[in-house]
């Protein structure tokens, strides 16, 4: 999982790029997807009760754990051991639940290059 950086463009493109030759031998391959997960206070959903200011995050469900694993890589985990296909259907769940799906396509089409910051540049993407 990363947010929109350099290295998630160069990955994103590289991956389209091959899938389009791909496409060109067999046409019948799986178009790549691109799940984007609102991040904590930028998920735009909040209120006010009492006086008190209420965000509405994106939950952790209690058996995964977010890791930020190096610059911007992320990833998700299990909080403790579990069969994978129990892992599995967590991760399903959670990126069924919160997740938008678009086609490498579209994605690069609505994230430009131009607008992506750099994987070191954490106060900035983390803010967005």
């Not at 994103?12 to 609102?38: C, G, K, N, S």
């Not at 469900?61 to 998700?76: E, G, K, N, R």
Request: glycine share 4%.
């Amino acid at each position: 999982m990363r947010p929109n950086t350099f290295t998630m463009q160069e990955l994103v493109r590289r991956y389209y790029d091959e899938f389009l030759d791909r496409q060109e031998i067999a046409h019948d391959i799986e178009i790549p997807r691109i799940y984007t997960v609102p991040k904590g206070r930028s998920y735009t959903a909040k209120f006010t009760l009492h006086g008190l200011t209420k965000y509405l995050c994106t939950p952790i469900p209690a058996d995964l754990i977010l890791i930020h694993d190096f610059l911007s890589q992320f990833s998700l985990q299990p909080s403790r051991g579990m069969l994978l296909q129990d892992l599995n259907r967590s991760l399903d769940e959670f990126f069924d639940g919160f997740a938008s799906k678009e086609d490498a396509e579209s994605w690069l089409e609505t994230h430009p290059f131009h607008l992506a910051l750099s994987d070191d540049a954490d106060s900035e993407w983390m803010t967005k």
